[in-house]
């Protein structure tokens, strides 16, 4: 109990690197479990790792890692999308998709 109140608490200090490599880590135990409700749960993990990462790079100041981050962001959204077509969730693959297409 005390670890989940100590990831929830310290989740917003996290750089845009950090959250995207806990997004892909996310994203990545949604696709390789068995269980339906367990990888909804990972993916919407993964959406708020992405959106914090996203957000993370405004203030970013080292242009070329923010770039990189951008294409990794992109890429995960679009697995994400297909985990969701997977999972049979429409518009969640949808969403998913946009934001990919949105960062370029």
């Known amino acids: 109990m ?23 880590i996310h994203l990545e135990n949604a696709f390789n479990t068995h269980d339906q409700d367990i990888a909804l749960v990972l993916c919407q993990h993964t959406q708020a790792m992405l959106s914090q990462s996203t957000k ?23 697995d994400l999308g297909q985990l969701f077509q997977r999972l049979d969730h429409v518009n969640d693959a949808q969403d998913s998709f946009k934001k990919a297409t949105k960062l370029g």
Do not use: C
């Open 2 to 24: 005390v670890f989940g109140s100590i990831g929830l608490s310290s989740r917003g200090n996290l750089s845009p690197q950090q959250a995207l490599h806990l997004a892909n």
């Open 56 to 78: 993370a790079l405004k203030h970013a100041q080292n242009q070329a890692m923010a770039q990189t981050a951008i294409e990794g962001i992109r890429t995960a959204y679009i």
